[in-house]
């Protein structure tokens, strides 16, 4: 008999409860006890749909991100927040996000700390807090979360599967701040694993999921012993182990992977479907082998009968030693489906969200262990999902794919090398030393939220929604003018997202109303169905652009969203390579830059967000897809004239080891995240001249703190030691939608103020 499970469910909740939950209470609008009670709410919900499967997961909920909770299990939290007397979820909350809920009886709490630095967890747009390591960490285990939780699961009836974040993973994904050798760590580490392994054993679990995600990557010879020494330790507890990969292909660590001795290997199926027979061959008689056979991480309805082709003779080869589950954690997908009811009905039907992919792997389950006509209706139905949207005349469109070709390598050229272009752009804009500006977005406000949506139900025409956001802009560049900004931007009320704004108008995409995931902490993005050939219908925010600049004698920035960053933030449809979907998609921005142009704007910003995110996990495989995606944004970028600025903008990922490829995109200006990590991001350019100008951002947006002027100004001084100042600008380090105005004043403030310190500071130099 197959076992079926499940590696994690998403934590925000149907209706993002969590996301209200915990906003209300960093508001100081309800109490802790009323957060952890919706946590349990949620957990236990969420473990009452996935008992259709045989073992759940537990431990995967969490109240901001799973890394953090790890680090809080082992003891590891960052030395300024060590000592605090309060409530320990206040101090965790410190942590993510700089201060917590501004509780009287503990002040600290609310007394603002550094957040930890976050970026992308591996290749996908979930956002987790970075572990703070040095030489002299130390490890002690705090096992109560995940205790508690499997006692509650037991108490629910529930075949609980606690999960956790392997050590070798865990100290990989940290950055030692001190320079030294994480892995020199590990020695500490270990028995604090195996005590918490000791711990969930006697509260009842019988097998345990350790994630090893990095085992998909290319590993020295150093980290590929310590897989050995760890997991000959760790298999001495009593429990039983599931290892567990996903994201990518073994390559190079599969010999690794299937010799560690562990009572089980899972694999994501859909990424290393090619590596199923080598698995097979080398895979131990008395041991599990769990694959993820549906697709956790994008919305496609898996073709159950193809599936069952392939796991039907390796069934009856492993019997109960095989486990079938989604490829990786349902976390990077939406909740249910079944809200859609707007949803147009015939792509709606080629769509599976997490609720449906596990009706997937139960219905593989039932089919594998009683035989296919136990569920022959479920697998029809499927096969005529699929083969409809493989036969659709609405995904092909002959003009877009004829448009592709027409495309020439120099059309992803400027005129001009830099230095050039730069001339006449300084010359043409006249901007101080240090300019100030920032990345976009300026608060969405309740009030313009709530516009759009009167819109967007039909409560209010055309005309009064244009006189709406017309109001909000000019409130925006008023504001901007009296703090003095040098490149202002409209602010972007009338957008919903970055990238759902851009979808909604080019054909080729669709739109969920309920399709949430947690990018980070409350923050929840819904991202677009691309789901077939794309082009652009009409002009999509030169409107708006046009009549800021009418308000104002500074530079008004046109702001788009690149095709890059469009791609990695859609549900992408999987027909057709992804580069050529990022084609389509550039063709369409480019059509917007050079319209854009003609309109009189002279600075054009097209962000690139997700640049990095987009890397395969094995870096031998990094340089193919940087070869296309810098290719599609040189392409959305470079049809216009030498005087015309090109800014982009990336947030929230290690760029260093993608210096030459970030340079080769040839932007006039880059602003990059790199307040959270105190400028360390620019230590690339310790060994790398970058060519063109950079806006490292000084303010973390993400936090609630308000920087200082002399924290701005020591930042830049940082950045002035790797970069030459003339070719600095100053700004965010991202968009400021999600913050209130309240905040977003004193900052912006500062950093203006900081700006003319350091312009009297270099002039006098």
Not at 38 to 58: D, E, F, S, T
Not at 225 to 233: C, D, G, Q
Not at 654 to 671: G, L, Q, Y
Not at 749 to 762: P, S
Request: proline residues 5%; hydrophobic residues 40%; glycine residues 6%.
């Amino acid at each position: 008999m197959a076992i079926t499970h499940n590696l994690g469910f998403p934590r925000i909740g149907k209706h993002r409860e969590l996301k209200t939950a915990l906003e209300s209470y960093w508001q100081g609008q309800s109490s802790a006890d009323a957060l952890h009670e919706k946590g349990r709410m949620l957990r236990h919900r969420h473990w009452a749909q996935q008992q259709q499967l045989y073992w759940v997961p537990i431990g995967d909920f969490s109240f901001y991100d799973h890394v953090l909770d790890m680090s809080v299990t082992l003891g590891n939290l960052p030395e300024r927040v060590r000592g605090y007397r309060g409530d320990a979820l206040d101090n965790y909350f410190r942590v993510a996000r700089g201060q917590s809920q501004p509780h009287a009886k503990h002040e600290e709490c609310c007394a603002s700390v550094a957040a930890g630095e976050m970026t992308k967890w591996f290749d996908t747009n979930y956002h987790y807090i970075v572990p703070e390591l040095s030489a002299d960490t130390r490890f002690s285990l705090n096992a109560e979360r995940l205790v508690n939780e499997l006692e509650e699961a037991l108490q629910q009836g529930v075949q609980a599967k606690p999960v956790i974040i392997g050590p070798l993973t865990y100290l990989a994904l940290g950055k030692a701040k001190d320079g030294s050798d994480k892995l020199a760590l590990l020695d500490a580490l270990l028995p604090v694993y195996v005590e918490l392994l000791q711990r969930l054993a006697e509260a009842g679990a019988r097998w345990v999921q350790i994630d090893e995600p990095i085992l998909t990557t290319e590993l020295s010879d150093d980290w590929r012993n310590a897989f050995r020494t760890s997991y000959e330790a760790l298999v001495a507890a009593p429990t039983q182990l599931l290892l567990t990969t996903y994201f990518g292909r073994l390559g190079g660590n599969l010999d690794l992977a299937t010799a560690l001795p562990v009572h089980g290997l899972h694999v994501d199926a859909v990424a290393a479907g090619d590596e199923l027979s080598a698995i097979l061959e080398r895979w131990p008689q008395d041991r599990v082998l769990s694959l993820g056979v549906v697709n956790g991480r994008n919305i496609w309805k898996s073709d159950l009968n193809s599936l069952l082709d392939t796991l039907e003779p390796i069934a009856a080869n492993l019997g109960e030693r095989l486990w079938i589950a989604p490829s990786c954690s349902l976390l990077h997908v939406p909740t249910d489906l079944e809200l859609e009811t707007e949803l147009d009905a015939e792509i709606r039907s080629w769509l599976a969200f997490a609720t449906q992919r596990l009706e997937e792997i139960r219905i593989l389950g039932q089919a594998l262990n009683h035989g296919r006509d136990t569920v022959r209706a479920e697998l029809a139905q499927n096969q005529a999902a699929v083969l409809n949207r493989r036969r659709s005349s609405r995904v092909h469109v002959p003009s877009v794919q004829q448009a592709l070709e027409r495309v020439t390598p120099q059309w992803g050229r400027r005129r001009s090398d830099f230095p050039a272009r730069c001339s006449l752009q300084r010359e043409k804009l006249d901007l101080p030393l240090f300019p100030t500006t920032t990345i976009g977005s300026f608060p969405q406000t309740t009030e313009i939220r709530r516009t759009r949506r009167l819109y967007r139900q039909g409560r209010i025409d055309h005309t009064e929604y244009r006189h709406a956001m017309h109001a909000e802009i000019e409130r925006c560049i008023r504001e901007q003018e009296a703090l003095g900004l040098d490149v202002l931007v409209h602010g972007e009320a009338e957008r919903n997202d970055m990238v759902e704004y851009f979808g909604e108008q080019l054909e080729g995409f669709a739109f969920s109303r309920y399709g949430w995931v947690q990018s980070y902490g409350s923050r929840c993005v819904k991202p677009p169905i691309l789901f077939g050939d794309v082009w652009r219908k009409h002009a999509m925010t030169v409107e708006w652009v046009r009549y800021a600049q009418s308000l104002t004698d500074k530079p008004v920035k046109g702001m788009l969203t690149g095709p890059v960053t469009m791609l990695n933030w859609s549900f992408v449809r999987d027909d057709q390579p992804r580069s050529r979907t990022c084609l389509q998609l550039a063709l369409a921005i480019r059509e917007e830059v050079q319209e854009l142009e003609r309109a009189g704007v002279q600075i054009i910003q097209i962000d690139e967000a997700a640049l990095r995110e987009g890397l395969p996990p094995r870096q031998s495989e990094w340089q193919s897809y940087l070869d296309w995606a810098i290719d599609a944004f040189r392409i959305a970028a470079n049809g216009v004239a030498d005087e015309t600025q090109i800014h982009t903008h990336m947030c929230y990922s290690e760029f260093n080891d993608i210096i030459e490829a970030i340079a080769a995109m040839d932007a006039d200006v880059i602003t990059i995240e790199t307040s959270r990590s105190d400028m360390a991001l620019l230590n690339a350019f310790d060994d790398f001249a970058y060519p063109n100008e950079i806006g490292p951002g000084v303010y973390d947006i993400h936090s609630p703190n308000i920087p200082g002027r002399d924290e701005i100004v020591d930042l830049i001084q940082k950045a002035g030691q790797r970069i030459p100042v003339r070719r600095l600008w100053i700004n965010p380090d991202c968009g400021l939608k999600t913050r209130e105005w309240d905040e977003v004043l004193p900052a912006l403030r500062n950093m203006v103020h900081a700006a003319h310190e350091l312009r009297e500071l270099y002039y006098r130099s």
